[in-house]
């Protein structure tokens, strides 16, 4: 936050006309995930002072899994904790196009833009698009969040990796469904439909068999 802050005073001084911020998707609904929180500060600090901006409230990031190739090719696991009910999910690729489009047409001030991709994902179903695409047997491995901080916690600091357990358990308890409505506006925006995860995976699978 401290830093997002500094960027911003530091636009104002030198008089940038429009500001991009990359916050996430429903962040008001999240304010007990600390990353989240210092998302929404920012928000409202964008709207409270004189600066021209844009908003990009992205899902969670496609490209995330493209970490899990040890545990998807190799134990024939998928490990994100992401629940079965199915969440939102966007290409990075779509975040970047969003945020040029910003910044390089008009009618974009003020706007806030929620990214997210075509279908919902979940650890199941994710689990069973690997299977297809790796011909293995891919498993998910459920959402025991206390087992799963305790796994990162040796990857990540304690405190990353509590924020990203609450982060999942959030998702998990609250859902992150997006809707009809958001997929066309950001289909719009783009001038073409947002990238799907089996598109993702489908060309990950590609190189990683290469």
Known sequence: MTQALIAYGIAKRVGLTHVTYLSVYRVEQFRDVPHFASK??????????????????PGYFIQNDGSLKAALTESGIYPMPIGTAGICA????????????????????????????????????????????LGRDIKYTGHDFEQ??????????????????????????????????EVTR??????????SYEDFATETAHIWKA
């Open 148 to 181: 799963w901080e305790q796994q990162m916690r040796a990857q990540v600091p304690g405190w990353r990796a509590f924020d990203l357990r609450m982060m999942f358990q959030n998702f998990f308890d609250r859902g992150l469904a997006s809707t009809e409505t």
């Open 40 to 57: 929404l500060a920012m928000e409202s600090t964008l709207r409270e002072f004189g600066v021209p901006y844009t908003i990009l409230r």
């Open 90 to 133: 966007v290409d990075i690729r779509d975040i970047g196009e969003a945020a040029a489009i910003s910044l390089t047409e008009t009618g974009h001030d003020g706007q806030t833009y929620n990214l997210v991709g075509p279908t919902l994902i979940s650890g199941p179903g994710n689990a069973a698009t690997w299977s297809k695409l």
């Open 186 to 195: 950001l289909t719009t925006l783009l001038g073409h439909t947002p990238r």
